[in-house]
């Protein structure tokens, strides 16, 4: 009740200033009061010296890095939003949006909402720079969405169908309702060892050292930088 | 793809982990890289700024010049870096586009520098991005209209006297009365007559004091004669004139078609169906409407006046505002008056008997006129009255200054172009000037001849030496090249008096000399001859030392014929030849014998007395030697 009235009386004095700004010719001031929404964030990351140390990237890669992150976000920090629209640019075709809104998660260690360029250099120097196990962690770390441990079917369709929609609409042949769902079934055939329908982190990597497919994959991203 | 972007291409490649474990066939293999180049700075010297930038930026956009191999001859040995002479200030521009991907353009530079910096660069400028790109199109479109105006001034104004016929010409006397008297006389008649008409037709409806019927007359009435003979006259006047426009226009359908021609037509017709009509009293009422015709006489004006066309123009430009502003009127005429009749309705004796009734109290209010030959007299009536001339006030106020912001353009466009006009006398007189200076200077520096020698210093004038020696290389090769091309083709460069005299001449001189030689180009001979002479004569002005008139006519021609004859190449006979007929230095034999074959050298220059009439000579002996061979 008193809520009902609080608000009320809040329209009410609402109404009045207007009318007053409307008869003394001062309705234009409504919009500085938005200006105080626009939040100056600027995150600077940590010395060279120390992210040297904390990832396997030279001084000169690391700067050539950072000078592509700062072009693209000169405020220094990645958010949401920004993400898709670079990872966007590289697939004209299709939606990659929910790929890259899971791949920020991934990147996202802390949980704060934003990718800063630590976060940034540091998840491409495990992927890049890292070993066979640490490109397969950092693999399943990305497919398990609520971080329990274990990638549950349901997971792996949400993953599945997000990579499928990169592809968009024209592709050859013809793209079918449920391909996510029966590459899902494949993926699990071949992880799930003990068919209890969830695939834990030793189930994964043991799986991946098996299939030779795989593992050569994961020597591709030695010569990326 | 924007160019920042290709920088995270690394980290997308790296995003490409999420597939490999779920992937259904094996990976292709990844693309060799084939170079490893570091990136390094590049150094960009425009102009002595010098600009920065890593190679990986410029090479962003290959299929520019700074983006590809194209840079290379550009490339500076000694100081390791690019260097382009070309605007700073500009270049600033096109290399943000490199760094950000977007092109700026700058309002306060010139639209054509901008272009052929980005034309030099090779940047296409549809990618200026869109916080830049109105202002481009709209400079870019003024330019071009400039441009075309000019065009188009110039092809009218160059067409010769002697091409037009009859018909063509009466056409420009119409168009542009400037152009003959007859035709400055005639556009002056043709406006005297037009005003007569018109202060006819308005005297016509003057009261002018009782007649013989005892009743007020106008003065039309009273003296009808004098004011019909008065308006035949007029008339007679206009359809001729509406005639020779007629047979001169060069597109009939168009003619008539056009505006004027039909505001010429309304003018006269009512005079014609007039004396056609008898004085039937059925039709005296569509007659009297005919008559109120005559006064768009008044708009035969607009041909005499640029002010009025400008008028015209306008309105027919803004014609979207002037309905926006009828539309918005009527809407509020009509609610208004609606508005007025319903309040009104209560009170006896009011004026607003309908709602169409109320529109001319809306409209008397809404224009602020106020006749007051209808007010309301209820409180609610007087209430929403004031209101009505509230808005009125707005609603006319709001298009008007889009119209006279319209008007405003167009009549500084058409200063714009008189001024130009005006101008361009100036303006082409200096380019003219900049054309037969640099023709001038080659025919002068062939009377001076060329020269490295020291022996000229001591006999030349100072004068005549100095000329020689500052001519820059670029001068002295430049003559040399245009020497080349009179031997080519066997004539001279000469300038524009010394042509239309010699084209007189050769009529004149050639029945005299009908030599039926084995010289199939003694034509050439005897033009060169003409020109030779007259050039000669007109030498007199610039270099004053010569003495005028130095060789008759006959004698010249003569010279011309003995030397044609001797088909022996020895040097004596030229000399003797050449030494009865003109002093020349010994000196200037090499050039005549080696003339034939290889490019003429230089000829010392002969002292000063001889100097015009000697080289003129022997540049004609030569020519005529070449054709005899």
Redesign the interface.
């Known amino acids: 009740m008193s809520h009902c009235r609080k608000r009320c009386k809040r329209q009410l004095t609402k109404v009045a200033r207007y009318f007053y700004r409307f008869l003394t010719g001062t309705l234009t001031q409504d919009s500085i009061e938005d200006d105080f929404e626009l939040s100056t964030v600027c995150h600077r990351p940590e010395g060279l010296e120390k992210l040297q140390e904390q990832t396997k990237f030279t001084k000169k890669e690391l700067q050539v890095l950072y000078r592509g992150f700062k072009n693209e976000c000169p405020s220094g920090v990645v958010n949401e939003d920004t993400f898709k629209v670079i990872y966007s640019q590289f697939f004209p075709q299709g939606d990659s949006s929910t790929y890259a809104h899971f791949l920020f998660e991934a990147f996202d260690t802390n949980k704060n909402g934003s990718v800063s360029f630590e976060d940034f250099v540091i998840g491409l120097s495990i992927i890049l720079r890292g070993t066979i196990n640490d490109r397969l962690n950092w693999a399943f770390n990305l497919y398990d969405l609520n971080k329990d441990g274990c990638i549950t079917k349901e997971e792996m369709l949400d993953i599945m169908k997000s990579i499928y929609d990169m592809m968009g609409k024209y592709t050859y042949p013809c793209m079918q309702e449920d391909a996510p769902r029966e590459h899902v079934e494949t993926f699990f055939q071949k992880m799930d060892r003990n068919n209890d329908g969830v695939v834990t982190i030793d189930e994964f990597i043991e799986s991946c050292q098996k299939d030779e497919n795989i593992m050569q994959s994961m020597q591709l991203f030695d010569n990326v930088i | 793809?924007?160019a920042?972007?290709a920088?995270?291409?690394?980290?997308?490649?790296?995003?490409a982990?999420?597939?490999?474990?779920?992937?259904?066939?094996?990976?292709p293999p990844?693309p060799r890289?084939k170079r490893h180049t570091?990136?390094e700075l590049i150094i960009l010297n425009v102009s002595g700024s010098r600009f920065q930038t890593w190679r990986n930026t410029l090479e962003r956009y290959p299929d520019t010049l700074l983006g590809s191999t194209e840079r290379d001859f550009f490339y500076h040995e000694e100081t390791n870096e690019y260097f382009f002479d070309r605007d700073p200030d500009i270049f600033r521009h096109i290399l943000n586009f490199y760094r950000t991907g977007k092109l700026h353009y700058p309002r306060h530079e010139c639209i054509s520098a901008y272009d052929e910096e980005l034309a030099f660069f090779g940047i296409i400028p549809e990618i200026i991005g869109d916080c830049c790109y109105e202002e481009y199109k709209d400079r870019r479109r003024e330019n071009a209209e400039r441009i075309q105006d000019d065009e188009d001034n110039e092809n009218g104004n160059d067409v010769t006297q002697l091409d037009l016929t009859i018909r063509q010409s009466m056409w420009r006397a119409f168009e542009n009365p400037h152009t003959s008297t007859m035709a400055l006389v005639f556009y002056y008649v043709t406006g005297f007559f037009i005003a007569v008409s018109v202060m006819a037709n308005v005297v016509e409806t003057v009261p002018c004091g009782t007649g013989s019927r005892a009743k007020e007359m106008s003065c039309g009435e009273r003296y009808a004669l004098a004011f019909f003979c008065l308006d035949t006259a007029c008339v007679m006047i206009f359809t001729v004139e509406y005639l020779l426009r007629l047979i001169a226009a060069p597109s009939r359908y168009k003619f008539v078609k056009s505006v004027m021609s039909i505001i010429d037509v309304v003018a006269i017709m009512p005079y014609y169906i007039g004396l056609v009509m008898t004085d039937n009293e059925d039709v005296s009422g569509a007659f009297v409407t005919l008559r109120v015709f005559r006064v768009f006489r008044i708009f035969k004006f607009s041909r005499h006046s640029a002010g009025l066309r400008i008028l015209g123009y306008t309105l027919k430009s803004c014609a979207s505002e002037l309905g926006f502003l009828l539309f918005s009127l009527t809407m509020a005429i009509i609610i208004f008056a609606t508005v007025m009749f319903y309040a009104e309705k209560g009170s006896n004796s009011s004026k607003f008997t309908s709602i169409p009734a109320a529109f001319w109290y809306t409209i008397v209010t809404m224009t602020t006129l106020g006749y007051g030959d209808m007010v309301p007299k209820t409180i609610v009536g007087k209430v929403f009255g004031s209101i009505c001339s509230l808005s009125g006030v707005l609603v006319i106020a709001l298009p008007v200054p889009v119209i006279v912001s319209n008007f405003s353009r167009i009549y500084h466009q058409s200063q714009r172009a008189e001024k130009r006009r005006a101008q361009k006398k100036t303006r082409l007189a200096r380019i003219r000037a900049a054309k037969s200076g640099g023709a001038n200077a080659y025919l002068q520096y062939k009377r001076n001849g060329l020269l490295a020698d020291a022996e000229e210093e001591a006999s030349k004038e100072a004068g005549k030496a100095l000329v020689c020696k500052v001519n820059p290389t670029f001068e002295t090769q430049h003559h040399h090249l245009l020497h080349c091309l009179e031997k080519t083709t066997n004539h001279e460069f000469v300038d524009e008096q010394t042509y239309e005299t010699s084209c007189m001449e050769v009529s004149m001189v050639k029945p005299s000399t009908s030599r039926s030689s084995s010289v199939s180009s003694s034509p050439h001979g005897l033009t060169s001859c003409c020109s030779r002479r007259n050039k000669r004569k007109s030498f007199n002005v610039p270099n004053s030392n010569m003495t005028a008139g130095r060789r008759g006519s006959v004698q010249e021609l003569s010279t011309i014929q003995i030397r044609e004859r001797p088909l022996s190449n020895s040097r004596s006979s030229l000399n003797a030849k050449f030494e009865e007929t003109v002093p020349l230095n010994s000196e200037q034999q090499p050039y005549i014998t080696a003339a034939i074959i290889s490019m003429p050298t230089p000829p010392v220059t002969t002292p000063e007395g001889g100097d015009s009439a000697s080289s003129p000579d022997f540049l004609q002996s030569n020519i005529v030697r070449v054709s005899a061979l």
Do not use: N
């Open positions: 793809m924007a920042g972007v920088a995270w291409l690394p980290f997308a490649r790296a995003a982990i999420g597939w490999m474990p779920v992937a259904s066939a094996p990976m990844p890289d570091r990136d």
